[in-house]
T-cell receptor, first 117, second 108 residues
Framework: GAVVSQHPSRVICKSGTSVKIECRSL??????MFWYRQFPKKSLMLMAT?????????EQGVEKDKFLINHASLTLSTLTVTSAHPEDSSFYIC?????????????FGAGTRLSVL | AQRVTQPEKLLSVFKGAPVELKCNYS??????LFWYVQYSRQRLQLLLR??SRESIKGFTADLNKGETSFHLKKPFAQEEDSAMYYC??????????FGAGTRLFVKA
């Protein structure tokens, strides 16, 4: 099956710094990528949807300036948590969907555990 | 409103017993539904989707539009089925909405 690589798997940073998380589709072109946040024992919360070459669409309540998303190519999307604070500590998961007609299946990265001190 | 409801947070069954994970959805359009699974220490992955009408690892799910349900079933649970299961709805805007998830625990 299709593989989505997410890096880093874990990051610890100081409050006020920025952290970049990368999401790559390794063997398929991802027209759409999604970024989720997962709180302990909770479901996935969609943060934003990004299409290659266009601005991301953010869900209500998600700060665009706080969570910068770039989808520069059909195989790479990045999420930058700017000026991170302890409340941003969470598990972030990216997902990619292939070109239309590929079954609308989403393939998930392994996630990134962010801890802000 | 677009919504996916999984009423059970935890489901515990004995090995060999039948299992049913419930999923109800709310959507005005034509739904496309999926079940995703997350095994311990692994990433979320697709288990099955309703349009395929297939059985994966012994699991099946039938879309019931009248009851707006997409329950996941398996006649004989195995220990390796223990995992977190998410029901998901793909909307017309190509946004996937996930249910809260059900943790299945199969006891020996």
């Amino acid at each position: 099956g299709a593989v989505v690589s997410q890096h880093p798997s874990r990051v610890i940073c100081k409050s006020g710094t920025s952290v970049k998380i990368e999401c790559r589709s390794l063997d398929f072109q991802a027209t759409t990528m999604f970024w989720y946040r997962q709180f302990p024992k909770k479901s996935l919360m969609l943060m934003a949807t990004s299409n290659e070459g266009s601005k991301a669409t953010y869900e209500q309540g998600v700060e665009k300036d706080k969570f910068l998303i770039n989808h520069a190519s059909l195989t790479l999307s990045t999420l930058t948590v700017t000026s991170a604070h302890p409340e941003d500590s969470s598990f972030y998961i990216c997902s990619a969907r292939g070109v239309e007609g590929a079954g609308n299946i989403q393939y998930f990265g392994a996630g990134t555990r962010l801890s802000v001190l | 409103a677009q919504r996916v409801t999984q009423p059970e947070k935890l489901l515990s069954v004995f090995k060999g017993a039948p299992v049913e994970l419930k999923c109800n959805y709310s959507y005005s359009g034509s739904p496309e539904l999926f079940w995703y699974v997350q095994y311990s220490r692994q990433r979320l992955q697709l288990l099955l989707r309703h349009i395929s009408r297939e059985s994966i690892k012994g699991f099946t799910a039938d879309l019931n539009k009248g009851e707006t349900s997409f329950h996941l079933k398996k006649p004989f649970a195995q220990e390796e089925d223990s995992a977190m299961y998410y029901c998901a709805l793909l909307t017309g805007g190509f946004k996937t909405i996930f249910g809260a998830g059900t943790r299945l625990f199969v006891k020996a």
